[in-house]
């Protein structure tokens, strides 16, 4: 019942999604209102606490969150993000405890160049994403946009790569997973680390 989950809880989740939001904005990632953010509160059922929509992410405070369903549907609160449904997609199909969607130059530049995926090999910072940093290739997949979150949903699930935590969707911008927020943002930080070196180097003739 989402009467387990209680408003401090909600309120906690809210404190530390606006931490990492105004975190992710002083970056650059978050820009206007772009970009939302997840935790997992509850398991049986699946509960997560998530942006609401419309908001300056620089700007959250511990009230602008929304309590959703395993549909991304809003259980308590007022409007969560549009794209609610594929946070709960994510925390169901890969077991994470946290997701981020960020708006990044790099993302959708290399989704542009690399639309079949964006293979990293010999980068001491694959380690951050728990990978060898030799000789060992990691995809990152990049797949289709849709405004169906079902869609994108499916998408998502059918292209996932289990050692990269993370997926560009073309167009858009980036959803990176972790098991709390803290391993969630590191995670984001570390691909998109990878997604800036491999968008500065020459391309292949």
Known sequence: MSSEISDLDLKEAGAQLAAESARFASFGWMRGTSGNLSVVVGRDPLRLAVTASGHDKGELTPDDVVLVDADGAAVRGGKPSAEAELHARVAALT???????????????????????????????????????????????????????????????????????????????????????????????????????????????
């Open 95 to 205: 077991g994470a405890g946290a997701v981020v969607h960020v708006h990044t130059v790099a993302s959708v530049a290399m989704g542009r160049r690399a639309p079949g995926g964006i293979a990293f090999k010999d980068v001491e910072m694959l380690k951050g994403v728990g990978q060898p940093a030799h000789d060992v290739e990691v995809t990152l997949p990049v797949i289709a946009n849709s405004q169906d979150m079902k869609v994108l949903g499916d998408r998502l699930e059918a292209a996932r790569e289990p050692r990269m935590p993370a997926v560009v969707v073309a167009g858009h911008g980036l959803y990176v997973w972790g098991a709390d927020p803290r391993q969630a943002r590191h995670h984001t930080e570390v691909v998109e680390w990878l997604l800036e070196l491999e968008l500065s180097s020459p391309r292949e003739a």
